[in-house]
């Protein structure tokens, strides 16, 4: 099965999957690893980020292994670790130019739906980012909507960062502008048809998981088994 999980930044989808994915026996698939991945390339080449059919090529040239283990997580770029760079505040500053280009989008999910696919051999996968129930993976069994308030997103993002690796205000922007730079692409701020939608505000990460665990198994036809 395909379970699809999206949100705004900051509301737990990349811990919430690669538990529920844990639990399940399912893959796992940060796609927002893949734009950071191309972001990361494209600064390291120093492309100028507003060229888009420049940073698009990019794209499309890009030897990429991303990791669908959710216990081992890495992301290789043309035979270069970059798991850890690609979560520098370097790059998180500019990823919505990446992600905002819609040539760019067109070749990332291309690659995510051939990994989706993939992945069903295995039993299937969660998959989260910003549009996975309404352009990636439309025909995923259970589409969940993963939200929280704005102060719980800005201290869970704080949490995941090095204590003093960023300011306050760097903070912010990560949050609130990366979401409305992302909103120009994605429609990720309201359920889509089908979707149940999680307030984690006052979840714990424990309770997330439970919550749609529950409710895969629930979706999933008789006699297949997860």
Do not use: C, H
């Not at 819609?102 to 696919?117: G, N």
């Not at 429609?187 to 997330?208: K, M, W």
């Amino acid at each position: 099965m395909i379970i699809a999980v999206d949100g705004p930044s900051g509301s737990g989808k990349s811990s919430t999957a690669r538990g529920v994915a844990t639990r399940l026996g399912l893959r796992y698939l940060d796609t927002g690893a893949t734009y950071r991945a191309v972001t990361w390339s494209a600064v390291e080449r120093g492309l100028d980020l507003d060229d888009t059919a420049a940073v698009a090529q990019r794209a499309r040239d890009l030897e990429l292994e991303v990791s669908t283990d959710p216990g081992r997580q890495f992301v290789i770029a043309d035979g270069t670790d970059i798991t850890t760079a690609i979560r520098e505040p370097r790059i998180s500053e500019v990823v919505s130019k990446i992600a905002t280009n819609l040539d760019v989008r067109a070749e990332l999910i291309r690659r995510q739906r051939a990994i989706i696919d993939d992945a069903q051999a295995s039993g299937g996968i969660v998959v989260e980012g910003r549009d996975i129930a309404t352009v990636v993976a439309t025909d995923a069994e259970l589409k969940v909507l993963l939200t929280a308030d704005q102060d719980a997103r800005m201290a869970r993002r704080g949490a995941e960062l090095a204590a003093g690796s960023v300011t306050a205000a760097e903070l912010r922007d990560q949050i609130v502008r990366r979401d409305a730079d992302d909103s120009t692409v994605s429609e990720f701020q309201v359920a889509s048809d089908g979707a149940v939608t999680i307030d984690s505000t006052d979840l714990t990460l424990e309770e997330v998981v439970d919550v749609i665990s529950r409710l895969a198994m629930e979706t999933v036809p008789r006699g297949r088994g997860l």
